[in-house]
Protein backbone atom coordinates (compact mmCIF):
# COMPACT_ATOMS: atom_id res chain seq x y z
CA UNK A 1 0.00 0.00 0.00
CA UNK A 2 1.19 3.89 -0.72
CA UNK A 3 1.97 5.55 1.98
CA UNK A 4 -0.46 8.52 1.00
CA UNK A 5 -3.35 5.56 1.42
CA UNK A 6 -2.02 5.35 5.21
CA UNK A 7 -4.29 6.87 7.81
CA UNK A 8 -2.72 9.91 8.64
CA UNK A 9 -1.00 9.54 12.24
CA UNK A 10 0.86 6.57 10.44
CA UNK A 11 2.42 8.72 8.12
CA UNK A 12 6.30 9.28 8.73
CA UNK A 13 5.97 13.18 7.40
CA UNK A 14 2.71 13.96 9.35
CA UNK A 15 4.08 12.14 12.42
CA UNK A 16 7.21 14.18 12.24
CA UNK A 17 5.12 17.37 12.11
CA UNK A 18 2.92 16.04 14.98
CA UNK A 19 5.77 14.88 17.41
CA UNK A 20 8.78 16.07 16.73
CA UNK A 21 11.81 14.00 14.54
CA UNK A 22 13.20 12.18 17.74
CA UNK A 23 9.82 10.33 17.42
CA UNK A 24 10.46 8.38 14.42
CA UNK A 25 12.33 5.45 13.72
CA UNK A 26 15.42 5.05 11.75
CA UNK A 27 12.90 3.44 8.82
CA UNK A 28 10.58 6.05 9.31
CA UNK A 29 13.36 8.77 9.45
CA UNK A 30 15.01 7.22 6.16
CA UNK A 31 11.88 6.81 4.42
CA UNK A 32 10.98 11.09 4.58
CA UNK A 33 14.94 11.65 2.99
CA UNK A 34 13.97 8.88 0.05
CA UNK A 35 10.78 10.63 -0.30
CA UNK A 36 10.35 8.11 -3.65
CA UNK A 37 8.72 4.07 -3.53
CA UNK A 38 10.59 1.30 -6.30
CA UNK A 39 8.50 -0.87 -8.24
CA UNK A 40 6.77 -3.17 -5.72
CA UNK A 41 8.10 -1.24 -2.55
CA UNK A 42 7.37 2.33 -0.99
CA UNK A 43 9.51 4.55 0.55
CA UNK A 44 9.29 2.85 3.96
CA UNK A 45 9.71 -0.73 2.37
CA UNK A 46 12.60 0.70 0.37
CA UNK A 47 13.68 2.37 3.65
CA UNK A 48 13.68 -1.17 5.74
CA UNK A 49 15.42 -2.82 2.89
CA UNK A 50 18.15 -0.32 3.12
CA UNK A 51 18.66 -1.36 6.81
CA UNK A 52 18.79 -4.80 7.04
CA UNK A 53 21.14 -4.48 3.32
CA UNK A 54 23.65 -2.37 4.99
CA UNK A 55 23.46 -3.84 8.78
CA UNK A 56 23.35 -0.62 9.95
CA UNK A 57 21.91 3.43 9.59
CA UNK A 58 25.71 4.21 10.64
CA UNK A 59 26.81 1.33 7.50
CA UNK A 60 24.37 2.94 5.47
CA UNK A 61 25.37 6.60 5.66
CA UNK A 62 28.96 5.98 5.39
CA UNK A 63 28.64 3.34 2.11
CA UNK A 64 30.56 4.75 -0.51
CA UNK A 65 28.48 5.80 -4.04
CA UNK A 66 29.34 2.23 -5.35
CA UNK A 67 27.71 0.33 -2.85
CA UNK A 68 24.81 2.93 -2.11
CA UNK A 69 23.97 3.23 -5.86
CA UNK A 70 23.78 -0.73 -6.27
CA UNK A 71 20.63 -0.38 -4.59
CA UNK A 72 17.27 -0.45 -7.13
CA UNK A 73 15.54 2.72 -6.66
CA UNK A 74 19.47 4.70 -5.82
CA UNK A 75 21.31 6.46 -8.03
CA UNK A 76 23.56 9.47 -8.33
CA UNK A 77 21.75 12.68 -7.35
CA UNK A 78 20.44 10.70 -4.11
CA UNK A 79 23.91 9.59 -3.09
CA UNK A 80 24.96 13.52 -3.43
CA UNK A 81 22.08 14.72 -1.55
CA UNK A 82 23.03 11.98 1.55
CA UNK A 83 26.40 13.34 1.28
CA UNK A 84 25.28 16.90 1.14
CA UNK A 85 22.66 16.38 3.95
CA UNK A 86 26.03 14.36 6.23
CA UNK A 87 27.94 17.62 5.53
CA UNK A 88 25.56 20.29 6.70
CA UNK A 89 24.41 18.21 10.05
CA UNK A 90 28.21 18.21 10.85
CA UNK A 91 28.67 21.75 9.57
CA UNK A 92 25.91 22.66 11.89
CA UNK A 93 27.35 20.51 14.70
CA UNK A 94 31.09 22.45 14.37
CA UNK A 95 29.53 25.40 14.78
CA UNK A 96 27.93 24.74 17.55
CA UNK A 97 30.50 23.33 19.64
CA UNK A 98 32.91 25.92 18.49
CA UNK A 99 30.29 28.43 19.98
CA UNK A 100 31.72 27.07 23.09
CA UNK A 101 34.34 24.64 23.35
CA UNK A 102 35.06 24.73 26.84
CA UNK A 103 35.54 21.38 28.47
CA UNK A 104 34.39 20.51 31.52
CA UNK A 105 33.32 16.50 31.42
CA UNK A 106 34.16 13.87 28.99
CA UNK A 107 31.05 14.11 27.36
CA UNK A 108 31.38 17.13 26.11
CA UNK A 109 34.80 16.25 24.78
CA UNK A 110 33.23 13.17 23.25
CA UNK A 111 30.47 14.98 21.25
CA UNK A 112 32.95 17.16 20.20
CA UNK A 113 35.55 14.05 18.28
CA UNK A 114 32.33 12.64 17.10
CA UNK A 115 32.06 15.46 14.83
CA UNK A 116 35.75 15.39 13.88
CA UNK A 117 37.22 11.96 13.59
CA UNK A 118 33.30 9.93 12.74
CA UNK A 119 34.29 8.90 9.35
CA UNK A 120 37.98 8.37 9.19
CA UNK A 121 38.92 5.15 7.51
CA UNK A 122 42.78 4.94 8.98
CA UNK A 123 43.99 6.02 12.49
CA UNK A 124 44.87 9.18 13.20
CA UNK A 125 46.29 10.65 16.56
CA UNK A 126 45.06 13.94 17.69
CA UNK A 127 45.31 16.77 20.01
CA UNK A 128 43.02 19.23 21.65
CA UNK A 129 45.02 21.58 23.50
CA UNK A 130 43.12 23.85 26.15
CA UNK A 131 43.53 27.33 27.90
CA UNK A 132 43.83 27.35 31.71
CA UNK A 133 39.78 27.29 31.69
CA UNK A 134 39.60 23.97 29.24
CA UNK A 135 38.53 26.30 26.55
CA UNK A 136 39.63 24.88 23.34
CA UNK A 137 42.58 26.66 21.54
CA UNK A 138 43.00 24.30 18.90
CA UNK A 139 42.31 21.02 17.29
CA UNK A 140 45.47 19.27 15.54
CA UNK A 141 45.89 15.85 13.97
CA UNK A 142 49.34 14.94 14.22
CA UNK A 143 49.97 11.71 13.21
CA UNK A 144 48.40 9.05 10.71
CA UNK A 145 48.35 5.66 9.81
CA UNK A 146 49.12 3.02 12.44
CA UNK A 147 49.68 4.48 16.34
CA UNK A 148 52.32 2.28 17.97
CA UNK A 149 55.47 3.81 19.85
CA UNK A 150 57.48 4.22 17.07
CA UNK A 151 54.96 6.76 15.35
CA UNK A 152 54.04 9.00 18.15
CA UNK A 153 56.39 11.27 18.95
CA UNK A 154 56.28 12.87 22.84
CA UNK A 155 58.67 16.01 21.67
CA UNK A 156 55.92 16.46 18.80
CA UNK A 157 53.06 16.90 21.15
CA UNK A 158 55.06 18.66 23.80
CA UNK A 159 56.45 21.39 21.16
CA UNK A 160 53.17 22.12 19.53
CA UNK A 161 51.71 22.66 23.36
CA UNK A 162 54.30 25.32 24.16
CA UNK A 163 53.93 27.23 21.04
CA UNK A 164 50.28 27.22 21.40
CA UNK A 165 51.06 28.00 25.06
CA UNK A 166 48.17 25.36 26.20
CA UNK A 167 47.81 25.03 29.64
CA UNK A 168 46.50 21.33 29.35
CA UNK A 169 46.13 18.67 26.43
CA UNK A 170 44.09 16.21 25.54
CA UNK A 171 44.72 13.33 23.39
CA UNK A 172 42.26 11.11 20.78
CA UNK A 173 42.72 8.01 18.34
CA UNK A 174 40.75 6.22 16.47
CA UNK A 175 40.18 2.89 15.96
CA UNK A 176 38.80 2.94 12.47
CA UNK A 177 37.45 -1.20 12.11
CA UNK A 178 37.38 -2.02 15.97
CA UNK A 179 36.41 -1.32 19.17
CA UNK A 180 37.36 1.70 21.50
CA UNK A 181 39.55 0.08 24.06
CA UNK A 182 42.92 0.66 24.18
CA UNK A 183 46.02 -1.11 23.66
CA UNK A 184 49.00 -2.55 25.92
CA UNK A 185 50.73 -0.31 23.81
CA UNK A 186 48.59 2.74 23.56
CA UNK A 187 48.48 2.80 27.37
CA UNK A 188 52.42 3.07 27.49
CA UNK A 189 52.59 5.46 24.85
CA UNK A 190 50.11 7.61 26.69
CA UNK A 191 52.75 6.98 30.04
CA UNK A 192 55.76 8.57 28.21
CA UNK A 193 53.76 11.66 26.69
CA UNK A 194 52.09 12.29 30.41
CA UNK A 195 55.69 11.97 31.99
CA UNK A 196 57.08 14.27 29.18
CA UNK A 197 54.44 17.20 29.27
CA UNK A 198 54.73 16.91 32.82
CA UNK A 199 58.18 18.39 32.63
CA UNK A 200 56.99 21.34 31.30
CA UNK A 201 53.90 21.35 34.09
CA UNK A 202 51.17 21.00 30.74
CA UNK A 203 49.14 18.32 32.25
CA UNK A 204 47.49 15.39 30.17
CA UNK A 205 43.62 15.42 31.13
CA UNK A 206 42.45 12.10 29.12
CA UNK A 207 43.06 10.00 26.19
CA UNK A 208 40.11 9.39 24.33
CA UNK A 209 39.81 6.19 21.61
CA UNK A 210 36.72 6.65 19.31
CA UNK A 211 35.70 3.44 17.65
CA UNK A 212 32.62 2.93 15.07
CA UNK A 213 30.03 2.97 17.60
CA UNK A 214 31.73 3.88 21.07
CA UNK A 215 34.31 6.31 22.28
CA UNK A 216 35.90 5.51 25.53
CA UNK A 217 37.49 7.78 28.08
CA UNK A 218 40.97 6.42 29.78
CA UNK A 219 40.27 8.82 32.39
CA UNK A 220 37.12 7.36 33.05
CA UNK A 221 38.40 3.82 33.00
CA UNK A 222 41.70 5.01 36.02
CA UNK A 223 44.15 4.61 32.95
CA UNK A 224 45.52 7.33 33.40
Not at 28 to 42: D, E, K, P, W, Y
Request: charged share 20%.
Amino acid sequence: MAIHQWPQHQRPRAKLLAKGAKALSDQQLLAIFLRTCVSGMNAIELASKLLIHFGSLSSLLCADKKSFCSIKGLGTAKYCQLKASLELTERYLQEQLSSNNVFTNPKQVEDYLAVQMREYTREVFSVLLLDSRHQLLTYHELFHGTIDATSVHSREVVKLALEKNAAAVIIAHNHPSGIAEPSNTGISIIQKLKAALELEDIPLLDHFIVGRGDITSLANQGKM
